[in-house]
C-alpha cells in the first residue's frame, strides 16, 4: 500500500510573514510520520524561506508550477532545473492552468517529462468540467488526460495523480462517492493498469476539489484514494492539521 500523502496547495496566497507563520505551525504540530507524506506548495517567492523554517522536519515542499523547457526566453516563468534542489514535488496540469491559461494535455506532457528529468515528483492533476460530466465524457476526458499527461514516461515510480473535478473546485460542490469512485476506477486505475500493465507500482492517486474536514472521510476511505489535494483549507492551520489527522486515521482502518 502507498503512503498517504496530503498535499497543500496554497496558490496565489499569503504573505511571507503569513507563510512562515503557517509552516511554524505546521511543524510544531504534526507529530512525523513515517507512514504519510506532507506537502506544502508555496507560491514561487516563498519556497526557499518556508523551506528553511521545515528543515529537519518531516514535512516536503512542492511548487505549483513549472515550464517545461531548462532555460530561455520565457519572462516570468521558472524551470525545474530552477526548481531541483529547492523543492520535492512539483503540481502540473492544475485545472487553473488549463482553463486560465491554455496549457494543453501535450504541453503539460512536455512538463511532465521535464519534471521527471529534472529530479522532481510530478503531481499531475486531471478531471472534468461540469458541462463534462453532465453530457456523461466525465471518464473519457479523465481517460485522455491521463494518457496523454504519461506519454512517454516509462517509469511512474515517482509520479502522483490528482483526480480534482473542475466544477468542484473552490465551488463548495462535493461529488459523491460513487462518482468519485467511478472515475477512478475507470478514468485512472484501469487506464494505467493498461498502459503500464508489467508495473506494480500504481502511483498514488489523490483527490483534490473542495476539501475539508468534514468530507476529507468520505473520500480517503475509499480504497482507490491514497491521500487529498487540499486548496483553501491549506491556508489555515488547523483545518490543514485536522485534515491530515483524518486522512491519517481513515487510511490506517
Not at 526557499?48 to 516536503?60: A, G, P, Y
Amino acid at each position: 500500500m502507498p503512503r498517504p500523502m496530503i498535499v497543500g496547495n496554497w496558490k496565489m496566497n499569503n504573505s511571507l510573514e503569513q507563510a512562515l507563520q503557517l509552516v511554524a505551525s505546521l511543524k510544531d504540530s504534526l507529530t512525523p510520520n513515517p507512514n504519510a507524506e506532507i506537502v506544502v506548495c508555496p507560491a514561487f517567492p516563498f519556497v526557499i524561506e518556508v523551506s528553511r523554517v521545515l528543515e529537519n522536519s518531516s514535512i516536503k515542499i512542492g511548487a505549483q508550477n513549472m515550464h517545461s523547457a531548462q532555460s530561455g526566453a520565457f519572462t516570468g516563468e521558472v524551470s525545474g532545473s530552477m526548481l531541483a534542489g529547492l523543492c520535492e514535488y512539483v503540481i502540473l496540469g492544475h485545472s487553473e492552468r488549463r482553463s486560465l491559461f491554455g496549457e494543453t494535455n501535450r504541453f503539460i506532457n512536455i512538463k511532465v517529462v521535464s519534471a521527471l528529468d529534472n529530479g522532481l515528483k510530478p503531481i499531475l492533476c486531471v478531471g472534468e468540467t461540469e458541462q463534462e460530466r453532465d453530457s456523461g465524457n466525465a471518464s473519457t476526458v479523465v481517460r485522455t488526460q491521463v494518457k496523454s499527461g504519461l506519454a512517454d514516461v516509462a517509469d511512474i515510480t515517482s509520479v502522483t495523480i490528482a483526480y480534482e473535478p473542475i466544477w468542484a473546485i473552490g465551488t463548495g460542490k462535493i461529488p459523491s462517492q460513487e462518482a468519485v469512485h467511478e472515475i477512478i476506477s475507470h478514468g485512472i486505475f484501469e487506464v494505467l493498469q493498461e498502459i503500464y500493465p508489467d508495473s506494480y507500482n500504481i502511483p498514488r492517486i489523490l483527490y483534490g476539489g473542495s476539501v475539508t474536514p468534514q468530507n476529507v472521510v468520505n473520500f480517503t476511505a475509499d480504497p482507490l484514494i491514497d491521500g487529498v489535494l487540499v486548496g483553501g483549507a491549506s491556508l489555515d492551520y488547523n483545518l490543514f492539521s485536522q485534515i491530515v489527522a483524518l486522512t491519517l486515521e481513515a487510511k490506517a482502518n
